[in-house]
């Protein structure tokens, strides 16, 4: 597809579970941002990747928080034994640079029971 | 760490009807970009503003950025429910990132 995709969409989990989330940004960019976002709120910066440098992991909450990026492109988050306050939607975006517009995808929904 | 406070946190108004809403940083911005994010999707760019002063209008939505460049206006005119969303400011010089605001909840109804 043109755009940045997410997946799951939606995932609900019981506390102290591990989740994936992944995330398939748009062919070329070679910057991508993973955010969370509470309900209606802002978003609050998470974990950044550009090219082959070491990713900026600088807003990851927790040491149970950790992502990767696979060839330059695809990257999963990964949230280790999952606790209640985990649960928002994770937005992820990609960019053809850093200052450049960022292009997000629609979301995946975490809720933690 | 920059704080960008954005103002009114909820605004719920008629069809027609014009508005603004505000954001304001703790300190000088890089470039300040505007988004806006509708419900089940992601935020999408509507400008970027990088001088002082500077003025730009998309359609009905006119974007003013303060001189000192520590502040930032979203006016929209005879809004309709399709401006419904949630509009974000986002500073671009955090380095690797974009600083969020807190956001601005906007309801257009009929």
């Known amino acids: 597809g043109a755009g940045v995709s997410q997946s799951p969409s939606n995932k609900v989990t019981e506390k102290g579970k591990d989740v994936e989330l992944r995330c398939d940004p748009i062919?070329?960019?070679?910057?991508l941002y993973w955010y969370r976002q509470s309900l209606g709120q802002g978003l609050e910066f998470l974990i950044y990747?550009?090219?082959?440098?070491?990713?900026?992991k600088s807003g990851l909450p927790s040491d149970r928080f950790s992502a990767e990026r696979t060839g330059g492109s695809v990257s999963t988050l990964t949230i280790q034994r999952t606790q209640q306050e985990d649960s928002a939607v994770y937005l992820c975006?990609?960019?053809?640079?850093?200052?450049?517009?960022?292009?997000f995808g629609e979301g995946s929904r975490l809720t933690v029971l | 760490t920059q704080l960008l406070e954005q103002s009114p946190q909820f605004l719920s108004i008629q069809e027609g009807e014009n508005l603004t809403v505000y954001c304001n940083s703790s300190s000088v911005f890089s470039s300040l970009q505007w988004y806006r994010q509708e419900p089940g999707e992601g935020p999408v760019l509507l400008v970027t503003v990088v001088t002082g002063g500077e003025v730009k209008k998309l359609k009905r939505l006119t974007f003013q950025f303060g001189d000192a460049r520590k502040d930032s206006s979203l006016h929209i005119t005879a809004a309709q429910p399709g401006d419904t969303g949630l509009y974000l400011c986002a500073d671009t010089g955090g380095g690797n990132k974009l600083t969020f605001g807190t956001g601005t909840q906007l309801k257009v109804e009929l």
């Open positions: 062919s070329g960019h070679t910057a």
């Open positions: 990747f550009q090219g082959n440098s070491a990713p900026d």
């Open positions: 975006a990609s960019s053809l640079g850093v200052g450049r517009e960022l292009f």
